[in-house]
C-alpha cells in the first residue's frame, strides 16, 4: 500500500486546482459544489436502501408538474435544502419538486450564488431499482438583485450564463459528473473512504455515434425531422445514413445522458407535434440546461430541434423544452432536418 494508491486526487483538490490556477471558481463556488456533493452522497446512500429504509413508493401528493411525488423525490429534495441553506454562499434556490423559488432563511448569511435541481431524477425507475441521479446547475445572482429580496426572474438566466453544473449517477458505482465551464471531470465514490476520487480528468464525447435514445411510444406525436431522421437510422446500411444503428433508453435522463458521455450517442425527448402538445418533457432550467452545459463542455451539442439550448431566454422556472443532445456530428444532421422542414 503506497500514499498514491490511497491518497488520490478528489473533489476537494480538483475544485481548489480550478480556482487557484484556472480562475474557474470562486471560493464561494467551491464550497456550494463540495455542499451539494455532500448532499449527494447522503441522497445515494438513502436510495442504496431502498425497501430496507422504508424510502420506496409514492406518497398522495403531487409536485408543480403534476406528477405524484415518490417518497425519495421528497426526501431528496429536503436534502438538498438543508445542505445548502447554512453555507452563507447561496441567495436561494429552486427545485423541480418546489413550486417557487426557496430563499435563504433570514438567519443565515446569504452568497451571490442561485442553485437549481431535479432532486432525484428518473423516479418511475426508483421502486425497479434502475439507475436515476439528482441533476444540478449554479448561477450567479443578478447585480441588479444583489441588493434586494431575490424573486423568481432572478433564476431566469439563459443556461451560457451557468457558473457550474452537473449530476450525481445512483448506479453500479455512485459518480459525480461535473463542469465549471473547463471541461468535463468525472468522479467516482469510495463509500470506504467518503470520498469523491477523480476517476476521469476529461471527458470527452465522440463526434459521431450509430446509438440513438428515444421513446418511440411517442412516434405519432413527433414533428415530420425527428420522424425522418429516426426512420433514416432504423433504414441501416441500405438507407441514407449507410449503417445500423443501435438504440437505448433508460427512461432516466441522467443514465442516459452519462452513456452518451462516456460512449457517445444521441439522447432525444423532442417537441410534440400536437397543436395543443407540450413543448417537450424536460425542464429547461434543472435539467436541459445543465445537461446542455456538461454535453458542450464535452465537445458535443445540445439543441431544442433549431436552436441552442443555452442561448433560450427562460419565460417561467418550470418551462419544458424539447432536447437533442450528444456526439455532434449526429445532432447536427437533426437539425440540419429540422432546418429544411
Ligand atoms: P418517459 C424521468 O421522469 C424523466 O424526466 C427523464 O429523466 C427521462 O429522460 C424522461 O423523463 C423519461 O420520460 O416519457 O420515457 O417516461
Not at 42 to 67: F, P, R, T, W
Not at 74 to 103: F, K, Q, Y
Not at 294 to 301: I, K, S
Request: overall charge negative.
Amino acid at each position: 500500500l503506497t500514499s498514491e494508491s490511497v491518497l488520490k486526487k478528489n473533489l476537494t483538490q480538483y475544485l481548489v486546482e480550478q480556482q487557484r490556477q484556472k480562475k474557474t471558481v470562486t471560493a464561494d463556488v467551491r464550497l456550494l459544489l463540495e455542499t451539494v456533493a455532500r448532499a449527494c452522497k447522503a441522497i445515494g446512500h438513502a436510495v442504496s436502501k431502498g425497501a430496507l429504509g422504508g424510502v420506496l413508493g409514492s406518497l398522495d401528493s403531487e409536485n408543480v408538474q403534476g406528477e405524484v411525488q415518490k417518497k425519495l423525490d421528497v426526501l431528496s429534495n429536503e436534502i438538498l435544502l438543508e445542505a445548502n441553506e447554512w453555507g452563507g454562499n447561496l441567495a436561494a434556490m429552486a427545485s423541480e419538486e418546489m413550486d417557487t423559488l426557496h430563499r435563504i432563511p433570514d438567519y443565515y448569511p446569504k452568497g451571490e450564488n442561485l442553485l437549481l435541481f431535479d432532486p432525484l431524477d428518473g423516479s418511475s425507475n426508483i421502486d425497479v431499482n434502475v439507475s436515476i441521479g439528482t441533476i444540478f446547475s449554479v448561477l450567479s445572482v443578478p447585480p441588479e438583485a444583489r441588493d434586494r429580496v431575490i424573486e423568481e426572474q432572478d433564476f431566469l438566466q439563459p443556461g451560457v450564463r451557468q457558473v457550474a453544473a452537473g449530476y450525481a449517477i445512483y448506479g453500479p458505482q455512485t459518480m459525480l459528473v461535473l463542469t465549471v465551464g473547463d471541461g468535463v471531470a468525472a468522479f467516482t465514490l469510495d463509500k470506504e473512504m467518503g470520498s469523491w476520487v477523480l476517476t476521469t480528468e476529461r471527458i470527452t464525447i465522440p463526434e459521431d455515434t450509430s446509438e440513438f435514445a428515444i421513446n418511440m411510444s411517442n412516434m405519432r406525436h413527433w414533428e415530420a425531422p425527428v420522424k425522418r431522421y429516426i426512420d433514416d437510422c432504423l433504414a441501416g446500411p441500405e438507407g441514407p445514413l449507410g449503417k445500423n444503428y443501435n438504440m437505448r433508453w433508460i427512461a432516466s435522463m441522467v443514465a442516459d445522458v452519462h452513456r452518451i458521455l462516456t460512449r457517445g450517442g444521441i439522447f432525444m425527448y423532442p417537441r410534440d407535434a400536437r397543436a395543443s402538445g407540450r413543448k417537450g418533457k424536460l425542464r429547461l432550467m434543472y435539467e436541459a440546461n445543465p445537461m446542455s452545459f456538461l454535453v458542450e463542455q464535452a465537445g458535443g451539442m445540445s439543441i431544442d430541434g433549431t436552436q441552442r439550448i443555452l442561448d433560450v431566454q427562460p419565460t417561467e422556472l418550470h418551462q419544458r423544452i424539447g432536447v437533442i443532445l450528444g456526439s455532434r456530428n449526429e445532432v447536427e444532421r437533426v437539425r440540419q432536418y429540422h432546418e429544411q422542414g
